[in-house]
C-alpha cells in the first residue's frame, strides 16, 4: 500500500473509486468534470491517494478556500482496514498546518461516512431539509485529539 499526494494524472482513477462507492453515490458525473478535479487539487487546496500496484483505491481532497473536506472515498472493497482513516489524518494534519481554525464537510444520514465521522472526532452542527448531515471539526479539536495523553497542557 503506497499513500502520497495526488497528481493530475491520477483522476481518470479518482473517478473510478467515485463511481465505486454504494453510499454517498455521485447522481452524475457530469456534475464533478476533470477541470473541477485539477481545480481542486492545483488551485484551491491539496489531494492524497492509496495505491495498490499502481491502481488507486482511495481518495481525499480538502479545500482551503471553502475550508471544507471536498472528497474521501475508499472502494467498498477496501473499507473498514485503515485506509480512509490514514487518508483522513494526513488530510488533516496538512490542512491546519495552513493556518486554518474550521473544515466541514457534509454526508448522508445513516451510511458509514456517518458512523466514521462521529468516531473520529466531527461535531454535528445542522441537517439541512432532506438530512443531509454536516460536520464540523476545529484545529484546537483535532489538536486535541491528535495529541498523546497527558500532552495537554
Known amino acids: ?20 462507492v454504494k453510499e454517498n453515490v455521485l447522481q452524475t458525473k457530469e456534475l464533478v ?8 487539487l492545483m488551485r484551491r487546496g491539496k489531494g492524497w491517494v492509496a495505491e495498490i500496484n ?9 479545500d482551503l478556500l471553502d475550508d471544507n473536506i471536498w472528497a474521501l472515498f475508499v472502494r467498498p472493497e477496501f473499507e473498514s482496514v485503515g485506509i480512509g482513516k490514514r487518508l483522513h489524518d494526513t488530510m488533516l494534519n496538512w490542512y491546519f498546518k495552513q493556518g486554518k481554525e474550521k473544515v466541514w464537510l457534509s454526508t448522508a444520514p445513516n451510511t458509514k461516512a456517518e458512523a466514521f465521522y462521529r468516531k ?10 432532506h438530512g443531509e448531515i454536516r460536520f464540523e471539526m476545529t484545529a484546537s479539536d483535532w489538536e486535541n485529539k491528535t495529541q498523546p495523553p497527558g500532552a495537554h497542557q
Open 120 to 129: 473520529h472526532g466531527w461535531k454535528e452542527v445542522w441537517r439541512n431539509e
Open 33 to 40: 468534470t476533470d477541470e473541477i478535479c485539477e481545480e481542486y
Open 54 to 62: 499502481n491502481h488507486l483505491v482511495a481518495f481525499a481532497i480538502a
Open 1 to 20: 500500500m503506497n499513500f502520497r499526494p495526488a497528481k493530475i494524472t491520477d483522476i481518470k482513477q479518482m473517478f473510478d473509486v467515485r463511481m465505486s
